[in-house]
């Protein structure tokens, strides 16, 4: 009930679920209650006290017509069997050039006349979504980012809402990172109404499944699938790069000590460049990344600025595909940086070997991150390779920054060198009066 419960202040509405855990059932019977006006007693959710126009969709026409319309109406032949009352269905217009599939339902609202719902899907294309005002959307399965917007769209006069229900199986997306900012897994509930609301649902929170039907679909799904099939997490293509949990990576930050050696790695671009900077514990062996930088559209005296001033004596070593950038002026993206007075060097760069080195690292605790790095943290969060194990390569500058500086950055790590007191001039040394 908490979903339901949400609807009364927020306008966006995500049950991002588990598989085999009623999320269908629960917008379906949302829906319908809207749809007739009739709520339970204890109904702690939004009400619309006249009829409304609203849409239902899923992703293709076939999915809509087994899964929605049927969970709407009931199987084609026997209307009236699913969640809205045979008494209350008004009028079932069917859809034109598709097979017992249904393309509008009218339901008899207590306050009088009808309410209205529209069966759509998403292969449509966004622009069957365009135009029409409605007081409910509810979009079952994942929609493709243009059309949740047309939809929010469709709800701003009516003064309305959006709600979905899906299983994560396309990972953080567009959609899903509207609701999840910055890819953190949570609930997000309460305080700002304008803002988007997310309840969750695993398999261990319905009592409809048992523990052997649980291990049953547990040991069919593939392991990458795992998460978003039994917890409704995101998946991450084919697995995650570091499967660690990110509570064994992040450290509170601290004033690192002066005799601990450092360095920085870079990744350059114009659309993002990106530095992240170690520093080593010489007792433990320890890693701390403690500062990054994270900027786009930036020329490199900007990118240098901001280096520098963490320390321009800190060595770094740097993308080596720079090599091969070059400028309006001819000149290669790395000696533009080291004219800029960074210390650089280019970096190993063998993708698979380096990751395997970081993510030794951070597995046996040798690499630790400031939790103040909200920018490596969100890449890390969605650090993936897709379903034909590559490496997805979106949002991923500070990952590759961090491997330069594991692979080949902390061999050039170094203490900041200390100021030496200026020697007395020569007039002092040989005529002084107590020479």
Same mark, same amino acid.
């Given at each position: ?44 959710? =939004? ?11 899923? /992703? ?5 017509? /087994? ?29 034109? !050039?598709? $097979? ?27 622009? +069957? ?9 509810? *979009? ?5 980012? &243009?059309?949740?917007?047309?939809? *929010? ?6 003064? !309305? ?21 910055? !890819?953190?897994?949570?609930? =997000?509930?309460? !305080? ?45 293509? +084919? ?37 992240? #900077?170690?520093? =080593?514990?010489? /007792?433990?062996?320890?890693?701390? *990344?403690?500062?990054?930088?994270? =900027?786009?559209? $930036? ?6 600025? $901001? ?31 080291? &004219? ?22 951070? +597995? ?10 909200? +920018? #490596? ?8 390779? &897709? /379903? ?48």
């Amino acid at each position: 009930m908490r979903y339901i419960e949400t609807g009364r202040t927020h306008r966006e509405r995500l049950f991002l679920a588990a598989n085999q855990v009623g999320k269908t059932e629960l917008g379906a019977y949302e829906l319908t209650c809207h749809l007739t006006g009739k709520y339970p007693p204890n109904w702690p959710g =939004r009400k619309f006290p006249s009829p409304i126009d609203t849409w239902a969709a899923g /992703d293709t026409s076939k999915t809509v017509k /087994d899964i929605l319309q049927s969970k709407l109406l009931g199987p084609f032949g026997d209307f009236g069997t699913g969640m809205i009352p045979a008494h209350l269905i008004g009028k079932v217009v069917a859809k034109a !050039g598709v $097979a017992e599939a249904i393309d509008a339902i009218y339901v008899q609202h207590v306050a009088g006349s009808y309410s209205k719902v529209t069966l759509k899907s998403y292969d449509q294309r966004r622009e +069957s979504f365009q135009g029409t005002a409605m007081h409910v959307v509810w *979009l079952d399965e994942e929609p493709p980012l &243009d059309i949740y917007i047309e939809c *929010l769209m469709r709800t701003i006069t009516t003064g !309305g809402m959006v709600m979905l229900t899906f299983t994560p199986l396309s990972g953080l997306t567009e959609v899903v990172t509207q609701f999840l900012p910055g !890819g953190k897994i949570q609930e =997000r509930e309460g !305080g700002d109404p304008s803002a988007k609301a997310v309840v969750m649902a695993t398999w261990d929170d319905v009592p409809h499944l048992t523990k052997e039907a649980k291990e049953q679909l547990w040991n069919s799904i593939p392991p990458f699938q795992r998460d978003a099939r039994s917890k409704g997490v995101p998946q991450l293509g +084919s697995g995650a790069i570091y499967p660690i949990p990110e509570e064994d990576v992040v450290c509170a930050p601290f004033e690192i000590p002066k005799h601990w050696p450092r360095a920085y790695g870079l990744d350059v671009g114009w659309n993002r460049t990106a530095a992240v #900077w170690g520093a =080593r514990n010489p /007792d433990t062996g320890v890693t701390y *990344l403690y500062s990054e930088h994270y =900027r786009g559209q $930036a020329e490199p005296s900007v990118n240098a600025e $901001a280096i520098r001033s963490r320390g321009a004596w800190i060595p770094g070593v740097i993308d080596p595909a720079a090599r091969g950038r070059g400028q309006a002026d001819g000149r290669q993206m790395l000696q533009l940086y080291i &004219d800029q007075g960074l210390s650089l060097a280019t970096a190993d760069n063998g993708v698979e070997t380096g990751l395997y080195e970081v993510w030794q690292a951070l +597995s046996a605790g040798k690499l630790k991150v400031f939790s103040t790095l909200g +920018s #490596w943290l969100e890449e890390f969060r969605i650090y993936r390779r &897709d /379903d034909t194990g590559k490496v997805v390569k979106e949002k991923d500058h500070l990952q590759d920054a961090t491997r330069y500086l594991q692979v080949s950055g902390m061999d050039r790590a170094m203490t900041e060198p200390i100021a030496r007191p200026l020697a007395l001039s020569s007039r002092y040394s040989e005529t002084s009066w107590m020479s």
